[in-house]
């Protein structure tokens, strides 16, 4: 864990490269040094099927979850989430100050008893930085 987790109006795809959203995202994320780099996962979903605000065709949308383990105070959470709305705004600048456009942001924490996870990917990303493949 963490998963962030990108769900987007079909009327922004032509407006916002998302992979370099999801690039800024992770980049990010891995920047505030609270989530470990085998754990994070950051995707995309595009939903066809939306009414934003009034209805309006050209309104657009881009909500951002993440979902993450407990055991981080706070603080250390708000920081967090600040930093990487920011970048996540920052790499939508343009869009937001062309279109009718609504960006939003937020963070769950999963149960620590009902998470399941099955993940080789820290020794494999560790092995791989330290040249070890």
Same mark, same amino acid.
């Given at each position: !864990?963490?998963?962030?987790? =990108?769900?987007?109006?079909?009327?922004?795809?032509?407006? =916002? +490269?998302?992979?370099? @959203?999801?690039?800024? =995202?992770?980049?990010?994320?891995? %920047?505030?040094?609270v989530?470990? @780099? &085998?754990g #994070?996962?950051v995707?995309?979903?595009?939903?066809?099927?939306?009414?934003?605000?009034? &209805?309006?065709?050209?309104?657009?949308? #881009?909500? !951002?979850?993440?979902?993450m383990?407990q055991?981080?105070?706070?603080e250390?959470?708000m920081a967090?989430? %600040?930093?990487v709305?920011a970048?996540?705004?920052?790499? !939508?600048?343009d869009?937001? +100050?062309?279109?009718? $456009?609504g960006?939003?942001?937020?963070?769950?924490?999963?149960d620590?008893? $009902?998470?399941f996870?099955?993940?080789? $990917?820290?020794?494999?990303?560790?092995?791989?930085a330290? &040249?070890?493949?």
């Open positions: !864990m963490p998963h962030f987790i =990108v769900e987007y109006s079909a009327n922004l795809t032509d407006k =916002v +490269d998302i992979p370099d @959203v999801l690039t800024a =995202v992770h980049t990010a994320a891995l %920047e505030t040094k989530f470990p @780099v &085998g #994070l996962r995707r995309a979903f595009r939903c066809d099927d939306y009414l934003v605000a009034d &209805g309006h065709p050209d309104n657009c949308y #881009l909500h !951002m979850t993440l979902r383990g055991g981080r105070d706070a250390t959470k967090a989430g %600040e930093a709305f970048a996540l705004c920052d790499s !939508m600048a869009a937001f +100050d062309n279109n009718a $456009l960006i939003s942001f937020a963070i769950e924490e999963l620590p008893v $009902l998470n996870k099955k993940n080789n $990917l820290h020794e494999i990303v560790a092995a791989r330290a &040249g070890k493949e």
